[in-house]
């Protein structure tokens, strides 16, 4: 019988779908290139086609990931039928809520696994991919009268810094339910003022289920 040859793209699919799944169960530490390629029924060769160490396959992961949080709310941008605050709470409850899965991975990220180079890299990029969406609810907002900001651009940049933080912030204050509500209710307040909202009270997070986010 002759061998099956796949596609490079749907294997490369595959490990990073096989890795994720051993990463989340047995922890990132824990797994190694060879479970991997058990897990995948791949060579050693197959895999380093593809990926360089176990270190790249978590960058792969999390390239992922990037990409598909930008389609998820991509539409809710697009919405015409929604003003700047609700398309703003939606936001950033659809950023959260497709993380749920994915919280013990951003860990891996933020606990040093890859090199501070790296990390840098792959925020400048994600930020770089989340900012015009930011930026069009924002001046939708400024167009309808519902947000004052004198400078767009620069605030939403610095928002952006203030939510960099609070990502990496996330997985070590999930368990601790007072912690996540004052952060919550932080970068809501913050978020109001920067915004120039006036008696408008955001709910960014609120309507998440914060038992359900490390599930």
């Known amino acids: 019988m002759p061998r099956t040859v796949k596609d490079p793209q749907q294997r490369k699919q595959e490990i990073l779908q096989a890795a994720e799944q051993l990463f989340l169960s047995n922890g990132y530490e824990k797994t190694t290139v060879e479970d991997i390629l058990r897990k995948v029924g791949l060579s050693k060769g197959g895999f380093y086609h593809h990926f360089q160490s176990k270190e790249d396959v978590l960058l792969g992961l999390i390239d992922l990931m990037m990409d598909q949080v930008i389609r998820e709310v991509e539409p809710i941008v697009a919405n015409q039928g929604l003003n700047a605050i ?30 501070h180079s790296q990390q840098l890299s792959r925020k400048g990029t994600f ?25 767009p651009e620069q605030t939403v940049e610095l928002l952006l810094v203030v939510f960099s933080y609070i990502k990496d912030r996330l997985p070590q204050v999930l368990d601790d339910t007072e912690a996540f509500r004052k952060y919550v209710s932080a970068v809501e307040e913050m978020t109001e003022r920067t915004l120039g909202l006036d008696n408008i009270h955001l709910h960014l997070l609120r309507l998440v289920d914060r038992k359900n986010v490390d599930e």
Do not use: C
Not at 91 to 113: C, D, N
């Open 127 to 151: 930020w770089k991919n989340y900012k015009p969406h930011i930026l069009a609810i924002v001046n939708q907002g400024i167009d309808e009268g519902s947000m004052r900001v004198a400078s």
């Open 86 to 115: 609700t398309k703003l709470e939606l936001f950033f409850q659809k950023h959260v809520e497709f993380k749920k899965p994915k919280v013990k991975l951003l860990a891996y990220f933020s606990e040093q696994k890859l090199s």
